[in-house]
């Protein structure tokens, strides 16, 4: 049978509208729904963020506030509604509780003022109000900050209430189950600690306060006579140079370990006591309370777990446990190639291994991965999407996995990618936080990504949310703010 050329034309049509994402023209989902919420006045987020612009979304991914100046005027939006208060002269901070109830500090003319606007509470006046220093408690009930009163001191601001002056407030944190708030003050070279309101001031200087996970205890590096060592609330541990990581605890509140220099080396300790264990960095506790840690030996390095060390590599980059803790995965480089390996065994290998996550019940595992000039979305082993670009973000899928999504940047475009499909593109705009970038909250996510307690993902500004059928994200398009909605098809 002969075949002709219309045939053969017609064969390689429908070839080339199979191929990757990245080859494919642009598909616009007809469901997709777009809401403008706020202009940057400005070509782009760079001169938005230089500009004084900042931005915040919140931790569901369904708010975005927005300050921004044109000369005198300032003006704070949540969404596209006009929330600037009267007589408001300057933006100072903003941040979001974990239920995503909204506080911002701004000044006026009278002061500076802190408020937090589903409770309908305001708080000052105050000299001033340092900025990104709103942080809420993890059950999103309590606010603390720090406000200047007479100069030059500052003071810590809980629920309301201002504290005592202190030249500087060095650091401040809630526990985790929000009962208990602590904070280091500065009087000149005079160190004090304060745990629930009570003063010590024993030793000449304390650092790296954290509290147990369990109802009473805490842990701190304190001084005395020129020597740090590690202070597990009343009890008092070995000495070492003071270079120390932060205190993790397990779940029960009765194992503490850190990383601290020694004439050793860099030594973990377990409960102010030095381990065997030797050069180890990011120590942190999975689920089951499975130490995990990463360790270097003769210049290579290798992840231990619960005291068994797995293969070595030239450098281990993300350690993470599934949430029901039976799958641990970690990405390590070799040479100039990354590989992800889960429960000790090899799965893939690229470039980069971008953002790996797990569903809630631990039973689905996605991330992308970039290989010269292409980005591939894995979800189960399976490969959905094959997409033209040099990296991606917010790796997303559905608690099924049966839907998936993340945004792949491609030279000076990002382009939306939901279940294998380009749905539509944008100029770049920086997935990391800009305006909130070192805002107590975010500085705590940090800590809690090197933990191992939360994926990559979840530090990142611009997100994808997939629930109800369909999808969410904000994104910047032609020089605004848009908030994006979308179905499954």
């Known amino acids: 049978m002969k075949t002709t050329f219309p045939a053969i034309l017609l064969v390689l049509l429908f070839a080339l509208a199979c191929s990757a994402c990245a080859e494919a023209p642009e598909e616009k989902d007809s469901k997709l729904s777009v809401t403008s919420l706020c202009v940057l006045m400005a070509d ?45 002269t300057g933006f100072i901070s903003a941040a979001f509780a974990p239920d995503n109830t909204l506080a911002f500090a701004y000044s006026t003319h009278e002061g500076c003022f802190v408020s937090v606007r589903e409770r309908q509470q305001k708080f000052g006046s105050y000299r001033s109000v340092r900025e990104n220093s709103l942080l809420f408690s993890p059950d ?66 304390y650092r790296n306060l954290r509290f147990s996970t369990a109802r009473r205890g805490y842990a701190v590096m304190a001084m005395d006579k020129g020597e740090w060592f590690p202070l597990l609330g009343s009890r008092r541990g070995a000495g070492c140079f003071g270079a120390a990581s932060e205190f993790v605890f397990d779940s029960r509140g009765k194992r503490c370990v850190f990383v601290a220099e020694t004439e050793e080396g860099k030594v973990l300790f377990e409960n102010g006591k030095p381990t065997k264990w030797t050069d180890v960095q990011r120590p942190f506790f999975g689920p089951r309370d499975k130490l995990t840690f990463v360790q270097t030996r003769k210049g290579r390095q290798f992840p231990v777990v619960d005291g068994a060390a797995l293969k070595s ?37 690229f470039h980069h291994v971008i953002e ?9 595992l996605a991330f992308a991965g970039q290989f010269m000039k292409d980005v591939t979305l894995v979800v189960d082993k399976l490969k959905p999407a094959i997409c033209k670009g040099t990296d991606a973000f917010a790796v997303t899928i ?44 975010r500085a705590e996510q940090a800590a809690a990504f090197a933990r191992g307690e939360i994926p990559e993902a979840a530090q990142r500004m611009f997100r994808i949310s997939i629930e109800d059928g369909g999808f969410r994200y904000f994104a910047v398009q032609d020089g605004k703010f848009v908030r994006v909605e979308g179905e499954f098809k």
């Open 356 to 364: 790996p996550v797990f569903t809630p019940d631990g039973g689905h």
């Open 140 to 205: 999103s009930k309590r606010l603390a900050f720090i406000a200047g009163v007479q100069r030059p001191r500052e003071a810590v601001v809980l629920d309301g209430e201002k504290g005592e002056g202190y030249t500087e407030i060095c650091e401040f944190i809630f526990s985790r189950d929000s009962r208990r708030f602590g904070f280091i003050g500065r009087n000149g070279n005079e160190y004090a600690l304060v745990v629930k309101g009570k003063v010590s001031d024993r030793y000449t200087a």
């Open 44 to 88: 782009n987020l760079e001169e938005f963020c230089e500009s004084g612009g900042f931005a915040l979304i919140s931790p569901a991914n369904d708010n975005l506030f927005v300050a921004r100046s044109k000369g005198a005027q300032t003006k704070l939006l949540l969404n596209s509604k006009d929330i600037t208060p009267d007589g408001c």
């Open 313 to 349: 590599y030239d450098r281990v980059r993300l350690m993470l446990f599934s949430p029901d803790g039976k799958r641990f995965i970690h990405t390590a480089f070799m040479g100039q190639m990354e590989v992800m390996m889960e429960n000790g065994s090899f799965d893939e290998e």
């Open 398 to 441: 559905s608690d099924d996995a049966k839907h998936s999504a993340l945004f792949v940047v491609n030279g000076e475009r990002v382009s939306l990618v939901v279940d294998g499909k380009q749905l539509a593109e944008y100029y770049k705009f920086d997935p990391w936080c800009f305006g909130a970038g070192f805002t107590a909250y």
